[in-house]
């Protein structure tokens, strides 16, 4: 059974900075994409950063670029994601989400598999 489990969530002051980690289990990453989103009350879940096993190719989002860096070690089956100079428009439920074949896409539709979330809180 494939599982995702986050972590890492909390509370933190602007300019802070956390680390998010997502676990996987029933599969290993060498043949996934393990993407990041995030979803604001009221607004629609959007991706954040992704990380390809097919090449190690990394994207992410123009509102995170230069703040957000995705990393994965495959040993552990764990995708980071940490997060530098936090915004309270980062606010959100950060989900961790898998899809295979590997693909380069933050399309919500185009991953199989997700976590239930951990929550991140900016305060100003």
């Known amino acids: 059974e494939v599982q995702l489990v986050e972590s890492g969530g909390g509370l933190v002051q602007a300019g802070g900075s956390l680390r998010l980690s997502c676990a996987a289990s029933g599969f290993t990453f060498d043949d996934y994409t393990i993407g990041w989103f995030r979803q604001a009350p009221g607004k629609e879940r959007e991706g954040v950063s992704y990380?390809?096993?097919?090449?190690?190719?990394?994207y992410y989002a123009d509102s995170v670029k230069g703040r957000f860096t995705i990393s994965s070690d495959n040993a552990k089956n764990t995708v980071y994601l940490q997060m530098n100079s936090l915004k309270p428009e980062d606010t959100a439920v950060y989900y961790c989400?898998?899809?295979?074949?590997?693909?380069?896409?933050?399309?919500?539709?185009?991953?199989?598999?997700w976590g239930q979330g951990t929550q991140v809180t900016v305060s100003s």
């Open positions: 989400a898998a899809a295979q074949p590997p693909l380069k896409s933050l399309l919500v539709g185009a991953y199989d598999y």
């Open positions: 990380i390809s096993s097919k090449d190690g190719s990394t």
